[in-house]
């Protein structure tokens, strides 16, 4: 089984356990759908956690900072972003390169769906 059939055949449950973690560590996803989340650093390490014990690839990693209400410079460093929904402030994306996973091993699991992989994969960020 290939990694989106795996994600296909699964859908309903994935996307109520995803719901429900998103919900326990107050991340949130940016535009529609998963594709881009923001956690705050204190929730990271349990979000990547549970989210790979669903057999969830995280193939990219970008970085925001959080801007408290009281800041009126904003970020000095970002490019602005979404108002957060748990918090007071808003999220501004920096300009760091992005962290990109092994690509070797997003392909392998792009063809041959293998949670030990995603696994090894995802403890990296």
Same mark, same amino acid.
């Given at each position: 089984m290939k990694y989106f059939e795996y994600l296909e055949a699964n859908k309903k449950? +994935?996307?109520?356990? +995803?719901?429900?973690i998103l919900t326990l560590?107050?991340?949130?996803p940016v535009g529609n759908g998963y594709i881009d989340c923001i956690v705050m650093r204190d929730n990271l390490?349990?979000? =990547?956690?549970? =989210?790979?014990?669903?057999?969830? !690839? =995280?193939?990219?990693?970008s970085w925001w900072c959080y801007v408290?209400? +009281?800041?009126?410079?904003?970020?000095?460093?970002g490019m602005g972003g979404p108002k957060s929904d748990y918090?007071?402030?808003w999220f501004s994306? !920096?300009?760091?390169? +992005?962290y990109e996973a092994d690509k070797e091993?997003?392909?392998s699991l792009m063809n041959f769906f293998d949670k030990r992989l995603v696994n090894s994969t995802n403890s990296r960020h």
């Amino acid at each position: 089984m290939k990694y989106f059939e795996y994600l296909e055949a699964n859908k309903k449950n +994935l996307v109520e356990q +995803l719901e429900r973690i998103l919900t326990l560590y107050q991340v949130q996803p940016v535009g529609n759908g998963y594709i881009d989340c923001i956690v705050m650093r204190d929730n990271l390490k349990q979000f =990547i956690q549970e =989210i790979t014990a669903l057999g969830v !690839l =995280i193939s990219d990693v970008s970085w925001w900072c959080y801007v408290e209400p +009281l800041n009126s410079t904003g970020c000095p460093h970002g490019m602005g972003g979404p108002k957060s929904d748990y918090y007071d402030g808003w999220f501004s994306k !920096l300009q760091n390169d +992005l962290y990109e996973a092994d690509k070797e091993k997003v392909n392998s699991l792009m063809n041959f769906f293998d949670k030990r992989l995603v696994n090894s994969t995802n403890s990296r960020h």
